[in-house]
């Protein structure tokens, strides 16, 4: 399994959301889903129409965990996802594949969805893991609140939840970097 990073420029992000826009907009909708929810793709792939459509929140069994959970829907994914679904039926799976009846991309494809739109947009290490990384490293910027990212995240502590998004890395990166004698 190759290790992935999380996006920590804003400017890339918002240059492989124009990129995955410009490629499908399902595309779009997925990585946004991924950045603005913090969830695993096993997560963003079950998700249906009906799960958004005049919604305001989100409850879900997450697949891994088997923890229920419930959250406020950003309201740029809102608007994001209220615009794509306005043709589509309640039953239809949000990232739809276009192989086969109503079913969802698989994750696999995801990945090389992702991977191949970072490679176009000069973004290296990036996979599905990277939305749920970018979504906490750039929580955690904002807000410095480990203790509530820990809880989306379900890890059992807060090393483990500054480890996985990169934080601890990058504090080891700074202290080399600015040694001197």
Request: net charge positive; proline share 2%.
């Amino acid at each position: 399994m190759n290790y992935v990073d999380p996006i920590r420029s804003t400017k890339k992000i918002h240059e492989l959301e124009e990129y995955l826009k410009k490629q499908c907009i399902r595309n779009m909708i997925m990585f946004q889903c991924g950045i603005y929810t913090g969830l695993r793709i096993s997560d963003i792939l079950k998700f249906k129409v009906a799960d958004f459509k005049d919604k305001d929140s989100i409850t879900l069994r997450e697949k891994k965990t088997g923890k229920k959970r419930t959250f406020e829907i950003n309201p740029i994914l809102k608007k994001s996802v209220e615009d794509y679904i306005v043709n589509m039926e309640p039953e239809d799976y949000l990232i739809k594949s276009r192989q086969g009846f109503n079913k969802a991309i698989s994750a696999a494809m995801a990945w090389v969805i992702l991977r191949d739109a970072g490679k176009e947009v000069g973004i290296e290490n990036l996979g599905t893991h990277s939305m749920r990384k970018t979504f906490g490293f750039h929580y955690y910027q904002k807000d410095k609140d480990i203790e509530t990212l820990k809880e989306i995240f379900n890890h059992n502590d807060s090393s483990i939840t500054k480890r996985y998004i990169g934080i601890t890395q990058d504090t080891v990166n700074f202290a080399i970097k600015n040694l001197t004698y």
